[in-house]
């Protein structure tokens, strides 16, 4: 049986350039990931300012402004202690850590606004980043660990248990919190769509700067 995590899916995959899926529908802008000269420092740039979203992520999601919210504790799908043991391991192999840039601190000003005021915004936005860095985020990684990091997998990357069943998991909760949500309701869901790829996309450019 289908639910609206297969609508917010669709939505999703449309806003891929056509060479990373073949539903995308965008055209590339820029280098494909396998033509990318990243740095350590664009790297840790980006990594500082995925910790700040997913630490606003779960703080949002612990306290719960709004009831639905509380569905999405302890998903295993959490990937701000596994970024505050990764950037240990670059302080501690004398890297100098940044702190966060622009990107990252407007995403989490606007994911703290949706929020409070607007569940099914914020909702969109949840799951985009969590199933995206699970998807194009882990080739991302890969790529630019082959690069900079001689294939160190680091532990943004890695889950504890099945990755598909902690994803099919939240889908089904996903699929319970709208499942009272009204059509415009849903509708405004998908359309946040591409306000999440572009707050996403910001802060994946640090990688190259």
Known sequence: MKG???EMRAVAMKMHTKDQSREGEK???GPPIAAWDPSVDGYLKFLVDSKVVFDTLERIVTAAPHPSYGEFKSTGLERS???????DWFK?????????SK????????LQQLSENDPPAFICHFYNIYFAHTAGGRIIGKKVAEKILNKKVLEFYKWEGSVPQLLQNVKIKLNHVSSCWSREEKNH????????FEYSEEIL?????
Do not use: H, W
């Open 81 to 87: 202690g596994q970024l505050s043991k990764d950037l």
């Open 4 to 6: 609206f995590v297969d």
């Open 92 to 100: 501690e192999a004398g890297y100098s850590i940044p702190e966060p």
């Open 189 to 196: 869901c998908l359309e946040e769509t591409e306000k999440s």
């Open 103 to 110: 990107p990252g601190i407007a995403y989490s000003n606007y």
């Open 205 to 209: 450019r640090l990688i190259l700067s």
């Open 27 to 29: 055209e590339p802008v």
